[in-house]
C-alpha cells in the first residue's frame, strides 16, 4: 500500500506515534521517525521487523529544525510523499478549569500542537510541491466537536488544527498535495492516563465508554488504518477532510 513512500511521522518517539511508524513500515513505506526525544526504540522495532527507518531529532515548533527534519528524509531518500504530523502536547496536561490553566502552559500547547503543525506543513511544501504531490495528515482530535470540558487549551488547539487543515488543502489547490486531519477519539495511552490520579481516569474512560456506540477503548492500533488510506493512492481526492475515529461518540 505504501511500498517505497517515504513517510515523515512526528512525535514518533512513543505513544500513537511509534504505531503510526511501525505500521508504516510494515506497509513498506520508509518512514523518518521524528521527536525532540530519541527514536531508538521505534527505529529498532522497525528494524527488528525488517522495516526500513531513521531518525530525525528536533523541535516541531522550531522552524530551523522542522527544516532539518524534511532534509533528513529528502537528503536520505529524495523526496517527501508523506508527512504524518502527530507531535502534539497532551501527556501530563491536569484536567482543571480554564481559569486556573497558567499561561505558560497555554502557550506550550498552543506553541506545539499549532505552530508546530504549521512549521512542519511549511517546511514540507517546496520538495512535495517540486515532486507534484505528496500527502499531509495531520492529528487533530474528536473532542473539538464536543466542548468537552477540563483542557481548554488542548480542545483549542486541536480546533485550530482542524480549521488549519481545511485552509491548507486550498493552499494547496493544484499542487497534488493533499491535507487532511485525522481526528481520534480518546485513545488509551501512557499520556492520557496520565492526566488526572486512576480513579478520575477510571471514571472519565467509563464515560467515554458509555458514549460510544462500539464498547471498547480505543487503542493506537484502532487509528492506524485510516492514516494509511490518506496516505494512500486511494484517498487521491480525499483532501481538506477531517476523519473521525472514535468508535462512534460523534456521529452525523
Known amino acids: 500500500m505504501l511500498k517505497g513512500r517515504v513517510c515523515i511521522v512526528t512525535g514518533a518517539a512513543r ?65 517527501v510523499d508523506v508527512l504524518l504530523n502527530n507531535a502534539a502536547l497532551y501527556g501530563g496536561i491536569a484536567i482543571r478549569g480554564f481559569e486556573e490553566i497558567p499561561e505558560p502552559e497555554w502557550d506550550r500547547v498552543m506553541s506545539v500542537n499549532v505552530k508546530g503543525v504549521w512549521q512542519m506543513c511549511r517546511a514540507v511544501a517546496a520538495p512535495m510541491r517540486a515532486q507534484g504531490g505528496g500527502r499531509i495528515i495531520n492529528v487533530a482530535s474528536n473532542v473539538i466537536f464536543m466542548g468537552k470540558p477540563g483542557f481548554l487549551h488542548y480542545v483549542a488547539s486541536k480546533g485550530a488544527v482542524w480549521a488549519l487543515t481545511g485552509a491548507l488543502s486550498r493552499e494547496f489547490s493544484g499542487s497534488g498535495v493533499t491535507v487532511n486531519a485525522l481526528a481520534p477519539g480518546y485513545t488509551a495511552t501512557e499520556a492520557t492516563r496520565s492526566m488526572a490520579d486512576a480513579e478520575t481516569v477510571r471514571e472519565l474512560e467509563a464515560d467515554i465508554m458509555r458514549s460510544q456506540s462500539v464498547k471498547r477503548l480505543i487503542e493506537p492500533s484502532d487509528l492506524v488504518g485510516t492514516a494509511a488510506f490518506l496516505a494512500s493512492d486511494a484517498a487521491e481526492l480525499v483532501t481538506g477532510q477531517t476523519i473521525t475515529v472514535d468508535g462512534g461518540t460523534i456521529t452525523g
Open 15 to 79: 505513544g500513537i506515534g511509534r504505531e503510526f511508524a511501525l505500521h508504516f513500515a510494515g506497509l513498506g513505506a520508509r518512514v523518518v521517525a521524528a521527536d525532540r526525544l530519541s527514536c531508538e526504540a521505534t527505529i529498532r522495532q522497525i528494524e527488528q521487523a525488517s522495516g526500513e527507518a531513521i531518525p530525525a531529532t528536533g523541535d516541531v515548533t522550531s522552524a530551523g529544525d522542522a527544516a532539518a527534519i524534511v532534509a533528513t528524509a529528502v537528503n536520505a531518500f529524495g523526496r
